[in-house]
């Protein structure tokens, strides 16, 4: 097995040694959410082939009848990374402390008690049905540390160095699934000055660059695709903002040369119709009487494409009476953000995971947007049919009821996507790869 070196611009893995924590958090980046399912292990984890979960520290699980209590049987074989034996007390204390946060207390929120039912299972009692609760332990959220270790994991690599501008992985010799074929990995955070060379090339997360210092300036574009991930609208409906005025607003920003005009350098964005591939836009017939209010409060968070949406949208509405106040929230979430408080319209962006529909479950259950987007009996009717999607435990009826969830948010003019991600992968001409390399992790 040989060893891979990712070199990375700061800005396109925006982390340091310094500033990951290893701790259960909604991490924003994929970067961060991906270093975790490296480095811990879950009850359950998703797969590249299958938006299901499946077995991790669980070799498999059965549901009794009623949905209300899930058995997790663990397998025999499994160690943390300092070569202690992983013990099915140590998993439900963890996961008990896990439960115990606020932001994933509403993620479980059908869960009564975990219990030790046998030395190879745990069993979770649910107050009512949840079929997500499998993809739900799958989470990088709900990934498990060592109760003594914090940095310690149980998945396919153990952390070896966790410096400002180095972080090693090495591959860990008792894993129990399928070995990685790589024996180490290691991530170079390079300094902000390598981003002077490449101009305006280092603006996006989703840009990758792989080589080399001294190549960086020499990086050639060698693989792109679009995400799934979507930046979105989203319009707080008030006595500042009725369901029509917001629909003109949704039908300025689909039906008009808006997103197709965006004052954009590099092609990292691809306009959407879509939440997801299905879940499109309703149309609904434009009401040309419609006047906007004479102003309205726009707060919008990272990525950087949102700074360049939230002006074009500005000077958009002002051709319509209306004067936009731009509030920036520089962070990757909502949290910690006071002016939702007074917003009309908010902006951000959505990761989509390996299981989109669960993603989009997770969003509406945790996100802060939601408690300030919506009045209270609003919020609490959302929370009621979340639950009612998630007894159903057919996986095409429990995606369809979501769907449908989704599509009665976006037909009252609440939320609307605006634009999917393309991601892109830079490498040196060629591809040189050190002969002991034998792929690239990213």
């Given amino acids: 097995m040989g060893s891979g070196r990712t070199i990375l611009r700061r800005c396109a893995f925006p982390i340091t040694g310094h500033s990951i924590r290893f701790i259960p958090v909604f991490y924003p980046g994929r970067a961060e ?20 979960p499946g077995g991790d520290l669980a070799h498999h699980w059965e549901i009794t009848a009623d949905g209300l209590r899930w058995h997790f049987y663990l397998r025999s074989t499994l160690h943390w990374h300092n070569g202690d034996k992983v013990e099915a007390a140590q998993l439900q204390s963890q996961l008990t402390q896990l439960l115990t946060l606020p932001a994933l207390r509403k993620l479980f929120n059908s869960v009564k008690q975990i219990e030790v039912t046998h030395p190879q299972c745990l069993t979770f009692v649910l107050h009512q049905p949840d079929y997500w609760l499998a993809h739900r332990l799958a989470s990088y959220c709900s990934r498990i540390a060592h109760p003594e270790h914090p940095l310690t994991g149980s998945g396919p690599f153990r952390l070896a160095i966790f410096d400002a501008d180095l972080v090693r992985l090495e ?71 009725s369901e029509a005025q917001a629909r003109k607003v949704i039908d300025i920003i689909h039906h008009t040369a808006l997103l197709h005009t965006l004052p954009l350098d590099e092609d990292l964005i691809t306009p959407t119709q879509a939440l997801l591939p299905g879940w499109s836009i309703p149309q609904w017939a434009q009401e040309e009487n419609t006047v906007l209010p004479q102003s309205l409060t726009l707060v919008y968070h990272l990525p950087v494409e949102l700074h360049t949406m939230a002006e074009q949208l500005k000077r958009y509405l002002a051709q319509e009476g209306c004067q936009l106040t731009v509030i920036f929230h520089d962070a990757k979430t909502w949290d910690g953000c006071a002016a939702l408080a007074d917003a009309d319209i908010m902006m951000g962006d959505r990761l989509i995971g390996e299981a989109p529909e669960y993603t989009l479950e997770q969003w509406l259950r945790c996100d802060t947007l939601w408690p300030h987007l919506l009045s209270a009996p609003q919020f609490a009717h959302l929370m009621a049919t979340l639950d009612a999607v998630q007894v159903l435990p057919d996986a095409a009826a429990r995606h369809l009821a979501l769907k449908e969830v989704f599509t009665r948010l976006m037909e009252r003019a609440v939320l609307t996507p605006l634009f999917n991600y393309q991601y892109q992968i830079s490498a040196p001409p060629g591809g040189k790869r050190h002969p002991s390399e034998s792929a690239w992790l990213v």
Avoid: M
């Fill in 33 to 52: 959410q991906h270093l975790v399912g490296q480095i811990f292990s879950g009850l359950t984890r998703f797969n590249d082939t299958s938006s299901e």
């Fill in 171 to 241: 591959s860990h010799e008792q894993y129990h699934l399928g070995h990685p074929l790589l024996k180490a990995i290691e991530y170079w955070i390079t300094p902000q000055l390598f981003d002077q060379d490449l101009g305006t090339s280092c603006r996006h997360p989703v840009q990758i660059a792989i080589g080399e210092p001294e190549e960086l300036a020499r990086l050639r574009l060698v693989s792109n695709s679009i995400s799934l991930g979507f930046c979105y609208l989203t319009l707080k409906q008030s006595g500042r903002l």
